[in-house]
C-alpha cells in the first residue's frame, strides 16, 4: 500500500486556471519524494491536496490508502498526519514568541499539559533553535523562521512532511542545513515530499522524482532515469546538476562512461575508471580507508551530556581517523564540546567516501537514527560505484 495516491485528480482555482489535469501518483511509505517542475507547473496546488488545504475538483486523494474526506474530524487527523511546510515561514509564524508559536498546534490536540511540553522542547531541539524560544519570530534570521515553521509543524508528529521549495532564500549553509535536517526527519521514519528548483539537490538525495508541467505528470522514476532523459528535461523546463552535465560533456567527447553522476563524487569516479583504462596512475590508494560510525544521543536522549569529551578523545585516540564527520545538530555540538573540529559537517557520507577511496579513514559521529541512515548510504554507495568501502558502527 501506497501512503498517498492521487487518482485522476483535477484542479480548478475559483478564477479559472486549470492548476492540475489528471494526476496519477503513488508516494511509498519512508520515501523521499521530490516534484520538480518550472514555475506555474503546479507543485504547489499538488503539495496542498496532500493536506487538504485545498480539495481536488475531481478524482480522488488516498492517504493510507482511503480516500480522504474534508469534514472537519476527517481534516483534523488529516492535519495530525500530514505536516506542511509553507515556502515563506513568515506566512506560518504568527504568535508573540516562538515557543508559543510551536506550542500552537499541539494545544489544540487535548494533550497533558506535559505532553506539549514535551514535544515542544523536543521539535525545538530536533531544529536545533531551543535557545531562541522565547525570541519574537520576526526577529529571526530566515534560516530560524524556517526551522520555528518546522518546529510547529513537527510539534504535531506528522508521519508526512510536505516542503514546498524548502531551500528558497537560505545561503549555502543554511541550505546544507536544511538538507540534513530532511535527511534527519527521514532517518526517523517519515516520509518526505517536498518541491524544488535545485538540480543537484533533487539529483543527490531523492529516493524518487516527480516531474510536473502545466498540472500534468511528465515522469515518474529515480534520478537516474529522470536526468538521463534529455527530452524530458528540456520539455520540462528543468536544467540537468552539473555533474550530469560534465559527463554529458565527456561522452560527447569520446569518454565511454555509462552510469549518469548523481554527484561530483559519482562523476570523478566515472572520469577515474575511463583513465585507469588508459594506465594513468591513479591516486587513489590500494586498500580504502575504513569509516567507523558512531552513534551520538539524541537530544531527546540527553543530547550533548551523554557523550562527554573524555568519550569522544577515547575513542578518537584508538582508532586514529583521519578525518572526523559529524551528522545532525547533536554530533556537530558534541565534537566541538570535546574541543576537536570536524573536516565534514556537509554531504558527510559523499565526503567520507571520498577519502576512503584515497586511502583515508574517516569516524563520522551521526545523531540517533542518522547513523543508520549512514550505513545504508555506504552500502548504495558502494553498490553504485562497484566499491567494498568498509564501515563499521562503534556502539
Ligand atoms: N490562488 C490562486 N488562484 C488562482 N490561480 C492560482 C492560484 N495559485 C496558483 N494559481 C495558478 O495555478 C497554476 C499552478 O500554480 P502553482 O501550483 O503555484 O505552481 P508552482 O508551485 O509549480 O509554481 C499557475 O498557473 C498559477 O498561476
Ligand atoms: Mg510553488
Same mark, same amino acid.
Given at each position: 500500500?501506497?501512503?498517498?495516491?492521487?487518482?485522476?485528480?483535477?484542479?480548478?482555482?475559483?478564477?479559472?486556471?486549470?492548476?492540475?489535469?489528471?494526476?496519477?501518483?503513488?508516494?511509498?511509505?519512508?520515501?523521499?519524494?521530490?516534484?520538480?517542475?518550472?514555475?506555474?507547473?503546479?507543485?504547489?496546488?499538488?503539495?496542498?491536496?496532500?493536506?487538504?488545504?485545498?480539495?481536488?475538483?475531481?478524482?480522488?486523494?488516498?492517504?493510507?490508502?482511503?480516500?480522504?474526506?474534508?469534514?472537519?474530524?476527517?481534516?483534523?487527523?488529516?492535519?495530525?498526519?500530514?505536516?506542511?511546510?509553507?515556502?515563506?515561514?513568515?506566512?506560518?509564524?504568527?504568535?508573540?514568541?516562538?515557543?508559543?508559536?510551536?506550542?500552537?498546534?499541539?494545544?489544540?490536540?487535548?494533550?497533558?499539559?506535559?505532553?506539549?511540553?514535551?514535544?515542544?522542547?523536543?521539535?525545538?531541539?530536533?531544529?536545533?533553535?531551543?535557545?531562541?524560544?522565547?525570541?519574537?519570530?520576526?526577529?529571526?534570521?530566515?534560516?530560524?523562521?524556517?526551522?520555528?515553521?518546522?518546529?510547529?509543524?513537527?510539534?504535531?508528529?506528522?508521519?508526512?512532511?510536505?516542503?514546498?521549495?524548502?531551500?528558497?532564500?537560505?545561503?549555502?549553509?543554511?541550505?546544507?542545513?536544511?538538507?540534513?535536517?530532511?535527511?534527519?526527519?527521514?532517518?526517523?521514519?517519515?516520509?518526505?515530499?517536498?518541491?524544488?528548483?535545485?538540480?543537484?539537490?533533487?539529483?543527490?538525495?531523492?529516493?524518487?522524482?516527480?516531474?510536473?508541467?502545466?498540472?500534468?505528470?511528465?515522469?515518474?522514476?529515480?534520478?537516474?532515469?529522470?536526468?538521463?532523459?534529455? +527530452?524530458?528535461?528540456?520539455? &520540462?523546463? $528543468?536544467? =540537468?546538476?552539473?555533474?550530469? *552535465?560534465?559527463?554529458?560533456? !565527456?561522452?560527447?567527447?569520446?569518454?565511454?562512461?555509462?552510469?549518469?553522476?548523481?554527484?561530483?563524487?559519482?562523476?570523478?569516479?566515472?572520469?577515474?575508471?575511463?583513465?585507469?583504462?588508459?594506465?594513468?596512475?591513479?591516486?587513489?590508494?590500494?586498500?580504502?580507508?575504513?569509516?567507523?560510525?558512531?552513534?551520538?544521543?539524541?537530544?531527546?536522549?540527553?543530547?550533548?551530556?551523554?557523550?562527554?569529551?573524555?568519550?569522544?578523545?577515547?575513542?578518537?585516540?584508538?582508532?586514529?581517523?583521519?578525518?572526523?564527520?559529524?551528522?545532525?545538530?547533536?554530533?556537530?555540538?558534541?565534537?566541538?564540546?570535546?574541543?576537536?573540529?570536524?573536516?565534514?559537517?556537509?554531504?558527510?557520507?559523499?565526503?567520507?567516501?571520498?577519502?576512503?577511496?584515497?586511502?583515508?579513514?574517516?569516524?563520522?559521529? +551521526?545523531?540517533?537514527?542518522? &547513523?543508520? $541512515?549512514? =550505513?545504508?548510504?555506504?552500502? *548504495?554507495?558502494?553498490?553504485? !560505484?562497484?566499491?567494498?568501502?568498509?564501515?563499521?558502527?562503534?556502539?
Amino acid at each position: 500500500m501506497h501512503i498517498i495516491e492521487t487518482i485522476n485528480v483535477e484542479y480548478q482555482y475559483p478564477g479559472g486556471t486549470h492548476a492540475l489535469q489528471g494526476v496519477d501518483l503513488k508516494i511509498k511509505s519512508g520515501s523521499k519524494v521530490t516534484i520538480l517542475g518550472p514555475n506555474g507547473a503546479g507543485k504547489s496546488t499538488l503539495l496542498y491536496l496532500f493536506n487538504a488545504t485545498l480539495r481536488p475538483t475531481s478524482g480522488k486523494v488516498l492517504l493510507n490508502g482511503s480516500p480522504m474526506r474534508y469534514n472537519s474530524s476527517s481534516l483534523r487527523q488529516i492535519r495530525k498526519t500530514v505536516g506542511m511546510v509553507f515556502p515563506n515561514p513568515d506566512d506560518q509564524l504568527f504568535a508573540p514568541t516562538v515557543k508559543q508559536d510551536v506550542s500552537f498546534g499541539p494545544l489544540k490536540l487535548k494533550l497533558s499539559k506535559e505532553e506539549v511540553e514535551e514535544r515542544v522542547s523536543e521539535s525545538l531541539q530536533l531544529v536545533g533553535i531551543s535557545e531562541l524560544e522565547s525570541m519574537p519570530p520576526h526577529h529571526l534570521s530566515t534560516g530560524q523562521k524556517k526551522r520555528a515553521a518546522i518546529a510547529g509543524v513537527l510539534a504535531m508528529d506528522p508521519n508526512i512532511l510536505v516542503f514546498d521549495e524548502p531551500l528558497s532564500g537560505l545561503d549555502p549553509t543554511g541550505q546544507a542545513d536544511m538538507i540534513e535536517l530532511l535527511d534527519q526527519l527521514n532517518a526517523d521514519g517519515k516520509t518526505i515530499i517536498v518541491s524544488t528548483h535545485r538540480m543537484e539537490f533533487a539529483a543527490d538525495w531523492a529516493d524518487n522524482i516527480l516531474v510536473l508541467k502545466d498540472g500534468k505528470v511528465l515522469k515518474e522514476g529515480v534520478p537516474e532515469e529522470i536526468f538521463s532523459d534529455p +527530452a524530458l528535461i528540456h520539455d &520540462a523546463n $528543468l536544467q =540537468v546538476p552539473v555533474p550530469v *552535465q560534465t559527463h554529458n560533456e !565527456l561522452r560527447l567527447r569520446g569518454f565511454n562512461n555509462e552510469q549518469t553522476p548523481l554527484s561530483v563524487l559519482e562523476l570523478v569516479e566515472s572520469v577515474v575508471s575511463v583513465f585507469n583504462d588508459n594506465g594513468y596512475q591513479d591516486l587513489s590508494s590500494a586498500s580504502n580507508g575504513i569509516i567507523w560510525i558512531v552513534r551520538t544521543p539524541r537530544a531527546v536522549e540527553g543530547g550533548v551530556e551523554m557523550m562527554p569529551p573524555d568519550i569522544v578523545q577515547h575513542l578518537v585516540d584508538i582508532r586514529k581517523p583521519h578525518k572526523i564527520g559529524a551528522m545532525g545538530t547533536v554530533a556537530k555540538s558534541i565534537i566541538i564540546n570535546s574541543e576537536l573540529k570536524y573536516d565534514f559537517g556537509t554531504e558527510v557520507v559523499n565526503n567520507a567516501v571520498s577519502a576512503s577511496l584515497r586511502g583515508l579513514s574517516t569516524m563520522i559521529f +551521526a545523531t540517533g537514527t542518522m &547513523a543508520g $541512515l549512514a =550505513v545504508d548510504r555506504i552500502a *548504495q554507495l558502494n553498490l553504485r !560505484l562497484n566499491k567494498k568501502i568498509e564501515s563499521h558502527m562503534i556502539a
